[in-house]
């Protein structure tokens, strides 16, 4: 028996998404958008469904609310190279209408596999189906976005142990010139301080040590951690 | 009668090769330091330039044949470990070590039926005492050193890391790699842990890398002492006869 290497499990489900008929989605697209991002990604950004540009090129947030993203994530201090990026649903909706429930649910499976794969340390639900849709996997209560906005949320998606985040979707800033201040003040407050937290998990595995050292007046070494 | 030359510190233990395996494992970690020899005993604590492991050792004076410190409370001697690992490699069985601070100068001395004496310099470091590491352990585990050995080398070509999970009865470790999977289960029950208190089922991986880097400390040993708690670092404790101990501080890797 051959031994498989390289194995890229996220490739995998990168594939099987490409070619899904689960759902009637499926029959209007040009193209299924599975997501892109590193494979050691630790921060995921969760959108709602590809959009008109997204499903030309079967890459997520390429239009004019990619360039929105891409704005907000420089304002928490990240970069497309930092986040793996995808949908709730991989397929687009026809005329951007929001996706079904039914349509959610058939495609999460493909969601979830990524979590487990990818295993990112916080989770960035931008719109409202992504929050709900993530709140519904954590098992918490979705009441509504103003309720969940700044909000952190410690959560167990399929076994992996992270947080999720919740903001409104880049798309609503293109025509709300007041909502896209109240996105540019998640991505410059809560959230770039939980991307700094998982940074700084990230930086104690090359500050090593530093992280337990501290001057330890009575020596007993076995203080509590500080 | 000759002249007596007063030195600084005289450290004289009696076997040599103890401390050539001690020094054969520092200096995988840690180029250079400065020792310092108190009444109480000699020790010595540094990071690797990575902050990833500390090495920390403390041999109580009473474990020596004879143990002088002149004048002061203490007395510092920085040394270049590859330097004093050369020297020590010439270490046989019988040979007994004499360390010699004088001045600016070091003697490193194996005595048997003749004395070998190799002077070295000292490493002119500032010396700035650092913390010991505070962790709130949860797994304590006490093993015979061959024990250690035996598990470090089954893991090692397997993995490139240890993962150590404790069950209420028996602490894993664990080596994985794309290809194998290797796992040993350790407890008093089966002889193979002489301790082990477990107060959670807490587990942790490290680089296997300063695990092996361990091993010759481990050859002198007598018995392991392996500390750890949930995404912790790890403190391995050799030790040795006469209450000498060489601890290992090594940072976890997050998986």
Known sequence: MGVERNHDPLAEIEKRIMSCTKCRLHS????????????????????????????????????????????????????????????????RPPNNRDPTDEEIMTCLPYLVSQIKILRPKLVIAVGRHAGRTLYHLAGKRWSSMAAARRKTV????????????????????????????????????????????????????????????????????????? | MGLVRMVDARLYFSDARTWRYMVGSIEKIVEEGVFVATGEGLSFRALDTSHVAMVDLFYPSSAFVEYEVS???SVEFGVS????????????????LVIEVDGE???????????????IPQIMLSYEKLPEPKISFTVRARMLSSTFREVVKDLE?????????????ALLAVGRSDIATAEIEMSVSRGSLLDFDAESNDKASYSIEYFSEMLSSAQAADSVAIRFAEDAPV????????????????SPRLE
């Open chain 2, 105 to 119: 100068k070091l003697y490193v001395k194996l005595k048997s039926r003749g004395e070998r004496v190799f002077k």
């Open chain 2, 235 to 250: 403190r391995v404790d050799m030790e040795y006869l006469g209450g000498g101990r060489l601890t290992f501080y090594v």
């Open chain 2, 71 to 73: 004048g002061k409370d």
């Open chain 2, 157 to 169: 070509p397997h993995s490139e890391s240890i993962t150590f999970k404790a069950t209420d009865e």
């Open chain 1, 154 to 226: 410690k959560a167990n998606i399929s076994g992996v142990e992270t947080t999720i985040v919740v903001t409104y979707h880049p798309a609503a800033a293109l025509y709300n010139p007041q909502l896209r201040k109240e996105l540019e003040s998640d991505f410059s407050g809560f959230i770039k301080r939980e991307v700094t937290r998982v940074k700084g998990v990230e930086g104690s595995r090359k500050l090593g040590l530093d992280e337990w050292l501290h001057p330890d007046p009575d020596g007993s070494g076995e203080g509590s951690r500080g």
């Open chain 1, 28 to 91: 209007n697209r040009k193209h299924a958008v599975p997501g892109e991002g590193p494979r050691n990604a630790e921060i995921m950004i969760v959108g709602e469904a590809p959009g008109r540009m997204e499903d030309l090129q079967g890459r997520p947030f390429v239009g004019s609310a990619g360039r929105i993203l891409d704005e907000m994530l420089s304002r928490a201090g990240l970069s497309r190279r930092d986040v793996y990026i995808t949908n709730v649903v991989k397929c």
């Open chain 2, 81 to 96: 470990f590859e330097l004093l690992a050369k020297v020590l490699r010439r270490a046989r069985k019988d040979d007994e």
